[in-house]
């Protein structure tokens, strides 16, 4: 291993190995500054550089080279110098990109989501929503598709992508034979698979988990439930083909759907199989490790007690003090 | 002891005089208050026959809209139950099949929709809360009942009627 190679962002410094990209050093610092990304799936070889979310400004190249980049770039393609500055958002210029961005990748999508079964965990949702504007200057007939079935367990909303590939890099890298890509170029290009074949294959549930709107959804899940209403409980099983660690999300004592656990980023953690995620979905088949953590900040655990103590408290030794009581409580229960 | 602060007063009581001590005059001059209430105005009115007029922003019992077309307008996103307070209202979702479409106005219905309103207090949240301008707190003063179930309303009493009928 080569020596480390320092990086600054938002005058933040880290030391990352050599031949990482900005983002992947962002987010190992974490926090605010790590630019989202829509397209960039660090499980996923190849991903990226495609809906330029993830745009920084770089203001210093590196050492030996200290002029800044002539345009934003694209952090998930980036690799890092020695001596990079970058800036994310503290740079007015990448805020106000972003907002376009947002806008364009907003052109053709169809906001439908009351009727969306990604609404509450839709990283579009998010995105528009911490950086958008209000309104679209879009004045155009958005592009519309019909429905499609891949399969009699995954369904396909092509109006709703916003073309991230990140589905055909799953069909590519964890699947054998592909089954579906992309058709049509520029802004007639869309996901589809010849003569709607059925993708039939261990893995081929994961494209559901990797979308980041609400393109590929769940069948078996289709209009159960609202995400926020559920309840996301970890559990595992002994599964011959995948590492069977899965996010179970109940309703009552009825387990609505299976999917893989998704960290702070949305991506999962370990892709699961198709019979973890479609056949077993009785209690009986599973080893509940516990109730999932969601960030507070998610609509998900809106109405889920597990808030206590309250995050601000966590922090502040006198504020620990002062809620003893309120703590053993919580721990209690 | 010690007073704890100094605002206490000592009133003085004076012995009743012999025209206070009759107690007649005291009783007099408040049964003529009493007598002189009878020919004023009467304040109260003859609730269920007679209605007083609602405010302009008065929030009552809701009411699920249709469009200018008749089909309802909920999709059942379940914002409303997200924003109520007092986790009031359920909704199970269903999906519209073909030739539904003057039923339903999107893809997605609410098959059913009930809110307990025992639970509601006419807060008006769902109201704010609603993406496609589907239920509004527009009724009237939700009835008297006998039965906790009666109190549940579902969409047989919450969507409006459809246009002519």
Redesign the interface.
């Known amino acids: 291993m080569s020596e480390k190679v320092k990086v600054t962002i938002d005058g933040i410094t880290i030391d990352v190995d050599p031949g990482t990209s900005i983002l992947n050093a962002a987010r190992q610092i974490g926090g605010d500054i790590v630019p989202p990304a829509m397209c960039y799936y660090s499980k996923l070889e190849g991903s990226g550089g495609k809906c330029r979310t993830c745009l920084v400004k770089v203001s210093k190249g590196s050492e030996k080279d200290p002029r800044p980049m002539p345009k934003l770039v694209a952090s998930c393609r980036t690799g890092v110098m020695d001596g990079m500055e970058v800036q994310n958002i503290t740079s007015p210029e990448v805020i106000e990109a972003r907002k376009g961005v947002v806008e364009i990748l907003l052109i053709n999508h169809p906001l439908?989501?009351?009727?969306c079964d990604q609404?509450g965990e839709c990283h579009l949702q998010d995105l528009s929503y911490e950086h958008g504007v209000a309104n679209t200057r879009y004045e155009f007939e958005r592009r519309t598709f019909e429905r499609i079935d891949i399969g009699d367990k995954i369904q396909l909303h092509m109006t709703r992508c916003i073309l991230c590939y990140r589905c055909v890099y799953v069909a590519d890298q964890l699947t054998d034979g592909r089954q579906h890509g992309i058709l049509g170029r520029g802004d007639a290009s869309e996901i589809s698979t010849y003569i709607e074949k059925a993708i039939d294959n261990d893995f081929s549930g994961n494209v559901i988990d990797v979308c980041p709107v609400g393109a590929l959804t769940d069948r078996t899940f289709?209009?159960?439930?609202?995400v926020?209403?559920t309840k996301p409980v970890d559990a595992h099983r002994d599964c011959p083909t995948c590492k069977g660690k899965v996010t179970l999300w109940y309703k009552g004592e009825e387990v609505l759907r299976v999917t893989g656990r998704k960290d702070q980023f949305g991506e999962v953690e370990d892709f699961i199989c198709n019979t973890c995620r479609f056949e077993t979905k009785n209690t009986s088949d599973w080893v509940i490790e516990g109730p999932r953590q969601i960030a507070h900040t998610s609509?998900i655990s809106?109405?889920h007690y597990e808030m206590l103590p309250l995050p601000v408290i966590k922090q502040n030794q006198a504020l620990i003090e002062a809620n003893k009581i309120e703590f053993d409580r919580a721990s209690k229960i | 002891m010690e007073p704890l602060s100094n605002r206490k007063k000592v009133l003085e009581q004076k012995p009743m005089n012999f025209w206070e001590r009759l107690y007649l005059p005291a009783i007099f001059q408040g049964m003529g208050i009493t007598f002189m209430h009878m020919f004023k105005k009467k304040e109260t009115i003859f609730y269920p026959e007679v209605e007083r007029e609602f405010s302009e922003n008065w929030r009552g019992l809701h009411s699920l809209k249709r469009d200018e077309n008749g089909a309802e307008r909920c999709t059942a996103c379940g914002l409303c139950a997200l924003s109520c307070p007092a986790e009031a209202i359920t909704m199970i979702a269903g999906e519209r099949q073909k030739g539904e479409e003057h039923l339903y106005r999107e893809e997605k219905y609410a098959a059913v929709y009930e809110i307990n309103m025992l639970r509601c207090i006419f807060c008006g949240l769902c109201e704010e809360a609603c993406p496609k301008e589907a239920i509004y707190l527009d009724g009237p003063i939700v009835p008297a009942d006998y039965l906790r179930k009666d109190f549940i309303y579902g969409k047989d009493k919450l969507v409006e009627d459809p246009i002519g009928s």
């Open positions: 439908d989501c009351p009727v609404a289709r209009f159960k439930n609202r926020w209403f609509v809106a109405n």
